[in-house]
């Protein structure tokens, strides 16, 4: 193993350094209810009986008798999402095996699961972010009985990871395992998929065509098998210690899949210290280290824009404060070793099959762009993270990795990366600061200069395009997508039109305040510019026509209009009272009005901005 990075040292000091007192407090509060432990012990007898009222005699007994441990399910299972129907049938079996071992079992609560895929441009999606917070509340509710030891979380997709690790950090003092159902099996190749989108957006195909080609795509019970946001969450609890090795990408129902939530449970089990092992907390395994190493991950592999929003969130519900300043240097240092649709061909089980997660780990840790000295469920250090879970004799066990990659085509050495770079860049200038992906977007794409097409709404520009209006060059100013204005929806319909008109021949880009999807590609797009519009951010004041400079290389947003010619522009802001009526979002509103700039996390629940962000940014969001 190499020496540590010079960039992972200089970030990880300089975040920590950062981030001093907030951590101080969060780490004080944790000790002090470890200390204090669990109303069991003590417990009022009305109290104690509603508690187990439920329950088989034998467990009754345990619990009052204080004899065992006792773990909390929170679920995020709905048989709405393909991800998360595989829970359906955790629950008894983490019971039946935590009898095994002389433990109890309750399912302390349910959290809400929503699809992207299924609101995707309509009115549903402007709820997607915010139940992220939603499920971070659901979570403490379901924790604040205070009656756990230990606590497994069940879930998978977009939000509902980052919702359940927040939630979940507030009960820091206990030992926790995060639980993934794996990726269904691979369908239609994701390109084919692609393909067939933008020929419907062409209207060279019709609706029969699509629907056909999206089921064979989507089609059984697992996640989505393309490396968007929810296959990055499983990225990141694996390389945060949180899943056992190996987990993130086994396939649902099969033995080996049953093997490694049964072992969750032991896990669990043994952090508590209740076991003969030393107790290991969930704020243990969650600090500044373990958060950069999560930053690696998503640059190495190329994963998902939407978490410059939710590791944030995520970081600061643990007390740690990082930005986008820190993705973007990292990602000057971080090579990026996996190619995963939409940054390649290959989807997940390609990915798993070739290497996975623990040749990617060997690597980054041989490179020294990991930290080592950490803490994971697995107990001190990352070593067991660079093996691999098999069945020995039906047993559960792991073994080396491969010491190559099975296809270089999808994961590769640090030596023969795809990139010297993460592909994440910070996007800098009059406009404010943007985020934009590059790694799936062609080096003679990266530079746009162009005229601008603003719209309020993602389907004016739809309309555009079906109309035959936007045949040029030009930079989409898709704005009033931000938190506070409606939610900060993903934008991922507008990705099959504009790459029409790249493959025309166009020089096209987008510039918003809102979200692309995880799965956003081969389209240069500034995303969660911020400040947003209705924060009266500079986006709020371009017109049509105005030219843009969108340059990736040189991590520059550049409005060409002078500063006194943008200070007599008098802005206007359209009515958006519709934003706030239908489909639920009426019972939204205090989260628009609280919700933080996105380079905060785009969150209702932490109050103002931390004060090492940029000064207008601050302003922006007090005023």
């Known amino acids: 193993m190499n020496d540590l990075n010079p960039t992972l040292d200089r970030v990880t000091r300089r975040i920590t350094e950062r981030s001093a007192a907030t951590r101080s407090s969060y780490l004080a509060a944790m000790a002090a209810q470890r200390k204090t432990g669990t109303q069991r012990t003590g417990m009022g007898c009305a109290n104690m009986a509603h508690t187990t009222a439920a329950l088989p005699l034998a467990d009754k007994l345990q619990i009052h008798a204080e004899r065992a441990p006792h773990i909390g399910i929170v679920t995020a299972y709905n048989d709405m999402l393909s991800a998360h129907q595989p829970y359906e049938t955790y629950p008894q079996k983490i019971r039946d095996h935590a009898h095994t071992l002389g433990a109890t079992v309750q399912v302390a609560g349910g959290v809400p699961a929503m699809c992207d895929g299924i609101t995707q441009g309509a009115a549903g999606m402007e709820l997607s972010l915010f139940s992220r917070d939603v499920i971070a509340l659901s979570t403490a509710v379901a924790l604040s009985h205070n009656v756990f030891d230990a606590a497994l979380f069940l879930g998978i997709c977009d939000k509902i990871v980052p919702g359940l690790f927040m939630g979940a950090l507030q009960f820091g003092h206990l030992s926790a395992v995060f639980v993934p159902a794996g990726p269904m099996t691979s369908g239609l190749s994701n390109d084919a998929k692609a393909k067939v989108r933008q020929q419907y957006a062409q209207g060279l195909v019709g609706r029969e065509a699509l629907l ?320 947003e519009a209705l924060a009266n951010g500079p986006i709020a004041s371009v017109r049509d026509g105005d030219w843009i400079t969108l340059d990736c290389e040189r991590g520059v947003l550049e409005l060409e209009v002078d500063a006194r010619t943008m200070a007599r522009r008098k802005i206007s802001h359209p009515d958006l009272s519709g934003n706030g009526h239908g489909s639920g979002r009426e019972l939204f509103g205090l989260f628009r009005q609280q919700a933080s700039a996105a380079e905060s996390g785009a969150s209702p629940l932490f109050g103002a901005l931390p004060e090492h962000l940029p000064a207008a940014l601050v302003e922006t969001h007090s005023g």
């Open 212 to 531: 056909e080609s999206e089921s064979q795509a989507y089609h059984s019970p697992g996640t989505c098998t393309f490396y968007g946001t929810a296959n990055s969450n499983q990225m990141l609890m694996e390389i945060m210690g949180l899943h056992l090795p190996g987990a993130s990408f086994v396939n649902p129902g099969t033995p080996l899949r049953d093997a490694l939530t049964l072992g969750a449970v032991k896990r669990a089990l043994a952090n508590t210290g209740r076991t003969g092992e030393p107790a290991l907390c969930l704020a243990d395994i969650v600090n500044e280290k373990s958060l950069v190493n999560a930053i690696v991950g998503l640059l190495a592999t190329g994963g998902s824009t939407n978490h410059t929003l939710h590791l944030v969130a995520m970081a600061r519900a643990a007390g740690v404060l990082i930005d986008w300043d820190d993705f973007a240097e990292l990602s000057h240092a971080v090579p990026l070793l996996a190619r995963v649709y939409p940054n390649g061909s290959a989807d997940v089980n390609h990915f798993h099959a070739a290497g996975g997660m623990g040749f990617l780990m060997k690597e980054l840790l041989g490179a020294g762009l990991l930290h080592p000295d950490v803490d994971t469920v697995m107990g001190p250090g990352l070593d067991a993270y660079v093996r691999e879970p098999w069945l020995d004799n039906g047993q559960l066990a792991w073994r080396p990795v491969p010491e190559h990659s099975g296809d270089t085509a999808v994961l590769r050495p640090v030596s023969d990366p795809f990139s010297a770079d993460g592909g994440l860049r910070l996007l800098q200038g009059n406009l404010g600061r943007s985020v934009v992906k590059v790694s799936a977007v062609k080096p003679e794409h990266r530079v746009v200069r162009a005229q601008a097409v603003v719209v309020s709404d993602q389907q004016d520009l739809l309309a555009l395009f079906n109309a035959g209006k936007l045949e040029r060059d030009l930079v989409a100013v898709v704005r009033y997508q931000g938190p506070r204005a409606n939610g900060m929806p993903e934008l991922h319909k507008l990705t099959p039109p504009l790459a029409v008109l790249q493959d025309k021949g166009f020089k096209v880009a987008l510039v918003t305040d809102g979200r692309m999807s995880g799965a956003s590609g081969k389209v240069p797009a500034a995303i969660h510019l911020t400040p």
